[in-house]
């Protein structure tokens, strides 16, 4: 079966610290992945998305970049953090050609 | 950018009774989604229907789409107090399968 993992669940990070957040993909190859960030109360951004290996597309210029090394890794990450980059962050994958799956989310909150 | 918007913001009813949400966006699409977030989670996809389709059932969940009116709504019958939860509209306007989200609706079910 296709599933996604997403760790760490909870994270506090302060202030100027880097930030890696990682997500994967299982049962699925070649896999469309996303990153999304959601404030409190708030809908979802597209952050990044990556159509292959190496291939990452930015939505949003900001603090953050992503990578991604191999075909169901996706990488999340920061060499400074700022108060603002505070917030739930998603990862999905689209599942064929019934919409997305999405990971459970890491809160990430920076002090 | 933000492309769909949903309403009400929040909606709170009895148990037993149906629930509905509405969504409206800017662009052409190729299909809308709905998803159901409960708190502090990731977001799980409740129905899909393609801009050639009006009407789409599955369960208790009724979806309608207008195009015309690039609008769409959500109907949850005979709702329960488990049905509490965040729901999103989103749309793949085609271009990677991304999908753009609404702020969404905070639906609660008082028992």
């Known amino acids: 079966s296709q599933t996604i993992h997403q760790w760490p669940a909870t994270l506090v990070q302060p202030v100027g610290s880097p930030l890696s957040l990682e997500c994967t993909v299982e049962?699925?190859?070649?896999?469309?992945l996303y990153w999304y960030r959601q404030a409190a109360g708030r809908g979802l951004q597209l952050l990044f998305y990556?159509?292959?290996?190496?291939?990452i597309s930015s939505e949003v210029p900001q603090n953050l970049s992503a990578s991604r090394p191999q075909d169901r890794q996706f990488i999340l990450s920061s060499k400074k953090l700022l108060l603002s980059d505070s917030g739930f962050y998603l990862c999905?994958?689209?599942?064929?050609?019934?919409?997305?799956?999405f990971g459970s989310g890491t809160r990430l909150t920076v002090v | 950018s933000q492309q769909g918007e949903e309403d009400p913001q929040a909606l709170s009813i009895q148990e037993g009774e149906n629930a509905t949400m509405n969504c409206s966006y800017k662009t052409s699409i190729n299909n809308l989604q709905w998803y159901r977030q409960n708190s502090g989670r990731g977001l799980v996809h409740l129905i899909l229907i393609r801009s050639n389709e009006r009407e789409k059932h599955s369960g208790r969940l009724r979806v309608t789409l207008d195009t015309s009116k690039k609008s769409s709504s959500l109907l949850i019958t005979a709702s329960r107090a488990a049905d509490t939860a965040s729901y999103f509209c989103?749309?793949?306007?085609?271009?990677?399968?991304?999908?753009?989200f609404g702020k969404g609706t905070l639906l609660t079910v008082n028992p």
């Open positions: 989103a749309t793949d306007e085609g271009s990677n399968y991304k999908l753009t």
């Open positions: 990556s159509v292959g290996i190496g291939q």
């Open positions: 049962g699925t190859s070649n896999p469309n």
């Open positions: 999905a994958w689209r599942a064929g050609f019934d919409g997305y799956t």
